[in-house]
């Protein structure tokens, strides 16, 4: 299983980016996707997730009205949508891969792509 995340670059705040994650050797729509990001020093978090069939979304708190996740099946890929960008959304963004529901840590995850910089200036 692979996951190809792209995207990431620097953007003024209150400027927009999309990510996109590609996935390959997997049967995409029997899995969540979702993304969570790394700031310098901290923890893992989780972002959005969007199930496989259905469509069904969860955002973190601190994303919503923000960002959106969506998901192409027939082409393997999922997007983040990030407006109204903060520095504080500075990180790597990290797309993942869960057989099961929409878990919010990293641990239910089963694969996970390479990580894409999205640095914000303020």
């Known amino acids: 299983v692979q996951l190809q995340a792209s995207g990431g670059g620097l953007v003024q705040a209150g400027g927009s980016l999309r990510l996109s994650c590609a996935a390959s050797?997997?049967?995409?729509?029997?899995?969540?996707m979702s993304w969570f990001r790394q700031a310098s020093g901290k923890e893992r978090e989780f972002v959005a997730g969007i199930r496989g069939i259905g469509g069904t979304t969860v955002y973190a708190d601190f994303v919503k009205g923000r960002f959106t996740i969506s998901r192409d099946n027939a082409q393997n890929t999922v997007y983040l949508q990030m407006n109204s960008l903060k520095a504080e959304d500075t990180a790597v963004y990290y797309c993942?891969?869960?057989?099961?529901?929409?878990?919010?840590?990293?641990?239910?995850?089963?694969?996970w792509g390479q990580g894409t910089l999205v640095t914000v200036s303020s």
């Open positions: 050797g997997v049967t995409f729509n029997w899995y969540t």
């Open positions: 993942a891969a869960n057989y099961l529901g929409i878990g919010t840590t990293k641990d239910e995850y089963q694969y």
